[in-house]
């Protein structure tokens, strides 16, 4: 292949991956100003097809112990979902509301499954999932990016 036509594929190849680079930068400087902005906490609607949750009534919720288990959600993520009881209890705090609210919504189905989450959740309505994924989605984060950890 002539040098020119090399050179032109070169440059499109380069302005894509630096536009997709750039793209992603904006999207994580917004997520990290904006912790709970898959949750409808801030006006954006779900990708979990669920109503716009409340933060304070997520909060009762975290707080109140479920009937299936006797275990309230911060009984084993700990406090704002920060504290987990061992490292086998994910940290809640912080993450994507939206993520919460699928996996919510998987316990509850049953597509996901876990001794103490399957029943916790079985009871859970769309608008109590909403709640929880708005609150635990806008706690503060002390969740870590685990690319540059080296074993």
Known sequence: MPNAKHAQRLAIVLFAALTVVA?????TEASAENPGHASGQHGSSSSAG?????IAKGEELAKAKGQATGQSCVDCHGAE??????????????????YLAHALQAYRSGD???ALMTPQAA??????ISDLAAYFGSRPSQLRDLHKVHR
């Open 50 to 54: 669920l109503p716009k949750g409340h």
């Open 112 to 114: 996901r499954q876990h």
């Open 23 to 27: 793209c992603s930068k904006e999207n």
């Open 81 to 98: 979902g920060n504290a987990p009881i061992d490292d086998t209890y994910p940290k809640l705090g912080g993450q994507y509301g939206d």
């Open 123 to 128: 009871s859970l309505s769309d608008q109590d």
